[in-house]
């Protein structure tokens, strides 16, 4: 089979080593590219490497090379400030790149992806630089509304929030789930087992978890986060420690045998207008266990939880909380069935489902 090429292009360096979202899913795209029966040239790095790749690209398509389209995808910062000491030394080079794979008839996709540039906890940035990036998130926008055939967002309702209206077609495409063997729930069913992992402070909030579990004590709850952050606010949950809540810090596959151990995993945070549209790699990450979930109301994953029939979605409160865990830490059932809806809905939800949709979606727009 002959393979066809595409062109993937992220303004970033990406750090293999760093388990975080922003750079797992560059390469997991990548990689479902890739199994889709793509050569995929990939402009990432710094400036300075993403130039020397633009420019060979440049000539290939001069040259009579074919390439399908060219799919993007945004920084957590803009474009323009994604160098070590974020100063714009390529101002013109992206955009300018983009710019000349659409006249030469390329259709062009782009993840944008996030924008909590617009929300008030991004006031925490210092005055000066938080306005100056604003700018920056806006230059981007603006020059995405002329390039564009697709617009890609975690969630549609993202496009609420973008206050300069592209005016392209939109589609969703959240993360996805790793290829990691399911494993069907044989665990004693007591005590009732849940796993978290992620953050512990902020946006992340873990205090009314902390309270069910200081009296639920049919269950156990293991959350696994970062021993830098923890130490920086475990004296805001040192009154909620009991015996049947474990703190961990592990990355990667190193929390595989708690989360396998465990029987549900925790989504639950205070709502908010950000996490109308969040969807968290954990989300699918979770998934990819087959640990069904918990999640709060008035979110994103919520949603998606309840749609999918692979959780429970509750009211964010503790004595909500404390009734879920405590009404299925007597049917284990319940879990069963859950775990079944996750494994329905696997295959449509790999990276490389997603890697098809952007073949898909930009061979035929």
Not at 27 to 33: D, T
Not at 287 to 304: D, L, Q, R
Not at 316 to 324: A, Q
């Amino acid at each position: 089979m002959n393979k066809k090429r595409c062109i993937f292009h992220v303004p970033f360096f990406v750090d293999k080593n760093r388990p975080s979202g922003t750079n797992i899913r560059p390469i997991k795209i990548i990689e479902g590219l890739e199994k889709c029966d793509y050569i995929v040239d990939v402009i990432w790095g710094y400036g300075k490497e993403r130039k020397e790749v633009i420019n060979k690209i440049k000539k290939n398509i001069n040259n009579g090379i074919k390439y399908d389209f060219i799919y993007s995808e945004s920084s957590t910062e803009p474009t323009l400030l994604t160098e070590k000491d974020h100063i714009p030394r390529y101002p013109f080079m992206d955009f300018g790149f983009m710019k000349f794979c659409k006249k030469k008839g390329i259709k062009i996709g782009l993840f944008y992806r996030d924008i909590y540039w617009r929300f008030p906890i991004y006031n925490k940035v210092p005055f000066i630089k938080r306005n100056l990036a604003k700018c920056f998130y806006r230059f981007d926008l603006l020059n995405y509304k002329g390039i564009l055939d697709i617009l890609y967002l975690p969630h549609k309702k993202m496009e609420e929030y973008i206050p300069i209206k592209i005016k392209t077609r939109i589609e969703e495409l959240p993360p996805a789930v790793n290829e990691i063997e399911f494993k069907k729930n044989t665990l004693e069913s007591y005590p009732l087992k849940m796993f978290y992992v992620g953050g512990v402070s902020g946006l992340y909030d873990m205090t009314e978890l902390f309270k069910v579990f200081n009296e639920f004590k049919e269950g156990q709850l293991t959350v696994c986060c970062r021993e830098n952050e923890w130490n920086s606010v475990k004296e805001k949950y040192v009154d909620l420690m009991s015996d049947n809540i474990e703190i961990i810090h592990k990355k990667g596959e190193e929390y595989a045998p708690y989360i396998n151990r465990s029987h549900i995993c925790s989504l639950l945070f205070q709502p908010s207008e950000y996490r109308k549209f969040a969807m968290p790699l954990k989300l699918f990450e979770y998934m990819s266990y087959g640990k069904p979930m918990i999640s709060s109301k008035g979110t994103a994953t919520g949603e998606f939880i309840e749609k999918k029939k692979i959780g429970w979605q509750i009211d964010y409160n503790k004595d909500d909380i404390f009734s879920v865990l405590k009404k299925l830490s007597v049917n284990f059932e319940e879990i069963d069935l859950k775990q079944k809806e996750i494994l329905n809905i696997l295959d449509e939800n790999t990276w490389v489902s997603r890697a098809e949709k952007i073949i898909r979606d930009l061979t035929q727009c």
